[in-house]
């Protein structure tokens, strides 16, 4: 499955997390241009993170 940035607006709560500098610019050049907030796309990197790690999972399970 491939990553792609989407536009993603749900109930939500608020965490405080520190990102390293050269993170957070990276991820503001990825969503130049398209209909993404930061926030949005760490959320989207994180259920990416988790359906791949469950997919792992499923792999040596089998």
Known sequence: MAFKVRSDRKE????TIRFPLEL???IEEAIIGKDATFSGFVIQACHYALESIE???VFKES
């Open 24 to 26: 957070t610019e990276q």
């Open 12 to 15: 939500t709560v608020n965490k």
């Open 55 to 57: 997919d792992e999972r």
